[in-house]
């Protein structure tokens, strides 16, 4: 691997890392360039680098399904040590239908979060808004785990479960459940910025302007979640309780 320590990094070199990180990624080992300790980059360069990823995938067919945001919640900040926001990418290729089976081996260690969601109409306003399930590749392989880690790694975003389209457009929440078997994690805080859907778009919108990128209509955001990420493993069952009423459910096998 080569050594960025010293100079600005190159368009050649975010090409041929993010081949290799695309490759990684398939194969069940996720950033495997940050396991190099004189490998360093900076936010600006991990934003690219992930973009570069998300252009290999669509490239190859896949579709950008939307955007999220992460590591803003309390119980994040205390986990990892670090303090977004960030923004990751959605892929259509990663959406999973509530009530799925997810086969556990198809992630490298495999977590899962509960947050709000909401898609977008044209010129950028919200339309629907839901609870999801987010999937995580829970690998951090820095020295010290860092924001460009998790930028470079798609803010370690592994897919999204989704509820039906029969669940109702959600208009008013107190609270959001995550359980796991009979472990259940709860919290108030439903918008972690700004305490309002528009809070975690007008971040977004700003963020993906800084890179030539927007958000468009049909696009799904996931707004971040004061709760914390949850390992689970081959035998679980994971749901989500809006004001305690279950509103998606997957299983892992």
Not at 26 to 36: L, S, V
Not at 219 to 240: E, R
């Amino acid at each position: 691997m080569k050594n960025f320590l010293t100079r600005k990094l190159l368009p050649d070199d975010i090409d041929l890392l993010a081949r290799q990180q695309l490759h990684d990624y398939k194969n069940r080992r996720p950033g495997n360039c940050f396991a190099d300790p004189e490998f360093e980059m900076d936010i600006q360069s991990a934003y690219k680098l992930q973009d570069a990823v998300a252009k290999l995938r669509q490239e190859e067919g896949d579709t950008v399904a939307g955007y999220k945001i992460g590591c803003i919640g309390g119980d994040i900040k205390t986990q990892f040590g670090i303090e977004g926001p960030v923004r990751g990418t959605l892929f259509l290729s990663e959406l999973f239908r509530d009530g799925e089976g997810l086969n556990s081996e198809s992630f490298a260690n495999l977590a899962v979060e509960a947050e709000m969601a909401f898609s977008l109409l044209d010129g950028g306003q919200i339309d629907r808004i839901f609870p999801v399930i987010e999937l995580h590749n829970l690998v951090f392989r820095g020295f010290k785990k860092s924001l460009p880690e998790l930028i470079a790694n798609n803010c370690i975003n592994a897919g999204v479960v989704v509820p039906t389209n029969e669940v109702e457009n959600v208009t008013e929440a107190s609270e959001i459940t995550l359980q796991i078997n009979e472990q259940r994690y709860s919290t108030n805080e439903i918008w972690p910025i700004n305490n309002t859907p528009n809070g975690s778009l007008g971040w977004l919108q700003k963020n993906l302007k800084s890179y030539a990128l927007s958000a468009k209509s049909g696009h799904m955001v996931l707004a971040g979640t004061s709760l914390g990420l949850y390992p689970v493993k081959a035998g679980d069952t994971v749901t989500v309780f809006l004001n305690g009423k279950a509103m998606v459910k997957c299983n892992v096998h």
